[in-house]
């Protein structure tokens, strides 16, 4: 079992910058897939980026070029780091890892982009 934790939301103006963290309780380096998520008031849960072991990234049409995903095996954690930030990306963000077969979620971090 997986416990993960996010860290680092709260509230920035537009055009700012915040980085999350997700801490695992145990070792990460056989996830094959590390991902983080969002669902913003209204609007269904999206995936936002996702990092596959190897270093192969996806993004969202919505972020690219703003958001980078990325890992620290030695601390078992990985990273959103979120640039430009607009408004619409007001959410809850939640980490996500597949390993062993299994899905785990952390609870979630509120992440509100306003002025």
């Known amino acids: 079992q997986v416990q993960l934790v996010e860290s680092g939301g709260g509230l920035v103006q537009p055009g700012g910058s915040l980085r999350l963290s997700c801490a695992a309780s145990?070792?990460?380096?056989?996830?094959?897939?590390i991902n983080w998520y969002r669902q913003a008031p209204g609007k269904a849960r999206e995936l936002v980026a996702r990092?596959?072991?190897?270093?192969?990234?996806d993004y969202a049409d919505s972020v690219k070029g703003r958001f980078t995903i990325s890992e620290d095996d030695a601390k078992n954690t990985f990273y959103l780091q979120m640039n430009s930030l607009k408004s619409e990306d007001t959410a809850i963000y939640s980490c996500?890892?597949?390993?062993?077969?299994?899905?785990?979620w952390g609870q979630g971090t509120q992440v509100t982009v306003s002025s």
């Open positions: 996500n890892i597949f390993q062993w077969g299994i899905l785990y």
């Open positions: 990092f596959y072991r190897g270093g192969t990234t």
């Open positions: 145990t070792s990460i380096v056989n996830a094959d897939a």
